[in-house]
Structure formats: C-alpha cells, structure tokens
C-alpha cells in the first residue's frame, strides 16, 4: 500500500500502501503495558474492522461509484491473509537493519508532538520518492498488483507484494530515530492514523475537498493515480501529504478530469507473477 505500516493484522498505502500498508516499528511492539497476551493479540484485528466498517458505512451512505461488493471483497481477504504473512516474514528482516541515532541529542527533549511531526514529515518525503521509483519501469512489476483492482474501496488497497511491503518499510525505519526517547502513545497514533489513512486512501467517496488537497491527500486525489489513463498513473503519488507532487512536478488537479475514471492495469499479467511481483 503507499499509505503507511500497521501491524500484521492489517494494511500501508499501501499506501499506496501505499500507494501502501505499514507497520508499527520496534518501540511499539508492545502495545500498551496493562492489556493480557490475549488482548494484544485481538487489539490489531478488533482496531482493523471496526475501522473497516465505519468506511463500509461511508461507502454505503457517499458512494462515488457502484461497487459489486460480493465479487471483489473476497478477493480482497485472500489478499489481506497474504499481506499479513508477506509482512511478518519481511520485518524480520527490516527490523535488524541499523539504522543509526542521527537525532542530536540537543533535540532529544522536544515534546513528543513535534518528534511526531518531524517523524511524519521524514517518512511522507521517503514514500513519495519509494513511490515515484516503483513507477519506473525498472521497479513496476513489483507495484503492479496494487493497480490491478478494477474497483477502488476501502480494502482494494491491501494488495502488495512482497518487494512493495519491504521497500514502504524502509521509509518507516528511516525515519525511526526522530521518535527517539517519545511517549508510548505516538506509536499508538502511528499504527491508527496508518490503517485509517491506507483506508482513506483508497476510500469510494467523493466529493468537493480541493480545500482539504492543499495539505492531503483525499480519496478523490488517490483515485485519480490509480486511473488506467498513462496521463494520470504517474502522477498524485503523495501518500499523506500532498506539497511532495506539487514540489516536484507530479501534481494533477482533481478538478481537471473529464469524464468517468476507470481502474485496473492495461497490461495481462499471470496471477502468480502479478502476486509475487515478478
């Protein structure tokens, strides 16, 4: 997904994912001290859905298209089981990359807010770029099966292979050390605000929220990149934040499109390979 990293349980934008789908790093491992092992274990699935559910409601009361629910969700919780395998095999291995404490230690007393800040800010600038790299011919086949569902809703989002999953990590990883010595509930807005937003992304509601995308990134704005026009899937790539396109010349105006979008790849790609990002 492009939109950020959750625990396993659930998608990053996967952003895009993120556009894809993240997770929650190391320091938040635990999640919250009091909670019995069983607690810990259902809190990431009961968050999951009943976020899922709030979108299915706001899917069904603003709908910005027809969606045949009964013939792509299943697909969609075929894709969400092999999310969570994919992402618990690759933070084993993201997870002991060192990355070094460049926080300075004159900064290491700041509020935990503005850490936060500075966290989201570092992590949206690499998830644009990652972004702007899987949509270069090279690094495509590995994206692709994010592209592929003909019908954009909440949970379509969840597709990702696993070079997709591991490279949106990085970007998390990366960014780390700006969280260094935070309160415990930062990790706790991460995990939320990441599944909310992946959701949010890919989200099949519309409506006038050009005020909203001077500073993010709305469901209407994502729509528009995964357009099956080659005009508009390089474009809109921003995950949170949308300074990153206008900055650096990706930016499409929502209010510039004509006619109905459509969704889906113009390319035939074997399943397996389209999974496996090969």
Not at 9 to 27: D, K, Q
Not at 185 to 207: D, G, K, Y
Not at 220 to 227: A, E, L, P, V
Not at 235 to 240: D, F, P, Q, S, V
Request: glycine share 6%; hydrophobic share 45%; net charge positive.
């Amino acid at each position: 997904s492009e939109g950020g990293q959750a625990p396993a349980a659930m998608p990053a934008n996967t952003a895009e994912s993120s556009i894809g789908i993240r997770r929650v790093g190391r320091p938040s491992r635990g999640l919250a001290g009091g909670r019995r092992p069983m607690d810990k274990a259902l809190y990431p699935y009961l968050l999951f859905w009943s976020i899922g559910l709030l979108c299915f409601l706001a899917e069904w009361r603003f709908p910005a298209r027809p969606i045949a629910y009964r013939s792509v969700f299943w697909r969609d919780l075929i894709a969400l089981g092999l999310y969570n395998v994919s992402f618990l095999a690759v933070v084993q291995a993201t997870d002991r990359i060192p990355i070094p404490n460049y926080m300075p230690a004159v900064l290491y007393n700041l509020p935990t807010v503005v850490k936060l800040a500075f966290f989201y800010i570092v992590e949206d600038f690499g998830l644009y770029w990652v972004h702007r790299l899987m949509h270069t011919k090279p690094v495509w086949r590995i994206h692709r099966w994010h592209h592929s569902p003909t019908s954009l809703y909440w949970l379509s989002g969840i597709r990702a292979t696993i070079p997709h999953i591991a490279l949106f990590n990085l970007t998390y990883i990366i960014a780390l050390p700006l969280l260094h010595e935070a309160s415990a509930w930062a990790f706790q807005v991460i995990m939320v605000e990441h599944i909310v937003r992946n959701n949010w992304m890919h989200l099949n509601v519309t409506w006038r929220s050009s005020w909203l995308e001077w500073v993010f990134v709305t469901p209407r704005y994502h729509q528009i990149h995964h357009s099956t026009d080659p005009a508009h899937q390089r474009t809109n790539l921003g995950a949170l934040l949308t300074i990153w396109d206008r900055l650096f010349g990706t930016y499409y105006n929502p209010d510039d499109v004509r006619g109905e979008l459509s969704f889906g790849l113009a390319e035939r790609v074997p399943p397996v390979r389209l999974v496996i990002g090969l």
